[in-house]
């Protein structure tokens, strides 16, 4: 049986999980993105977009027959009963995929990169926490700049997930991820990392 090391990486919103990703990747690391697997499950060929149509009737079709993602996330957004609704339909065939991917990969290490995974629990699943993390002042910033949202929407978009400090009781490692921080300086923590993960996934196999 496979028995890949496992890394769980997450982070609040715009803390620059998808950067960190990548520079793992540049070193030739498997990435399991846990929002390409939702997004793919929930375009109009996948396995979860008629239990959404189902669930949330045929005002969340746009146009193009694909979901108003915009429009779903309003929904869920100010009505926490139906957000756990689509968590259900969602996170069970993610989680399943995810199993499936570790499971299969020949990686020492793999890279799970998974936005709730705090929330959901999954820090279970994983052998290790890395969390990239910043201030709530670099997050509004980034998300007024990259999203385009006022500061009043992302204040509430950051205030609907865990809190920074209970978030951070589970990392294993950290990155801190700032505006003023340089790509150099990350590559070589991911460097750091990389170096202390292979250590770690030829433990695990004694």
């Not at 990486?9 to 993105?33: C, M, P, Q, R």
């Not at 399943?96 to 799970?112: A, C, G, L, R, W």
């Not at 279970?124 to 700049?145: A, G, H």
């Not at 991911?190 to 170096?195: A, C, P, R």
Request: charged share 30%.
């Amino acid at each position: 049986m496979n028995r890949s090391f496992k890394i769980g990486l997450t982070g609040g919103i715009a803390s620059g999980k998808t950067t960190v990703a990548n520079l793992f990747s540049d070193l030739g690391i498997k990435i399991i993105d846990a929002d390409e697997i939702a997004h793919s499950i929930t375009s109009k060929q996948g396995s979860a977009y008629n239990k959404i149509v189902k669930h949330f009737g045929e005002d969340v079709i746009g146009s193009d027959k694909e979901l108003d993602r915009k429009k779903l996330r309003t929904i869920i957004f100010n009505n926490s009963e139906l957000r756990k609704d689509l968590e259900q339909i969602i996170h069970p065939e993610v989680h399943s995929i995810i199993n499936k991917q570790t499971f299969e990969s020949q990686e020492p290490y793999q890279i799970i990169v998974i936005p709730l995974l705090i929330e959901t629990g999954y820090q279970n699943f994983v052998d290790r926490v890395l969390i990239i993390d910043c201030s709530l002042k670099t997050q509004l910033t980034r998300l007024m700049n990259r999203d385009d949202e006022k500061l009043e929407s992302a204040r509430k978009i950051v205030a609907n997930q865990i809190e920074r400090k209970e978030r951070l009781k589970f990392a294993d490692d950290i990155i801190e991820n700032e505006k003023k921080t340089s790509i150099s300086v990350l590559k070589k923590k991911v460097q750091q990392l990389h170096n202390n993960y292979l250590e770690l996934s030829e433990n695990s196999l004694i």
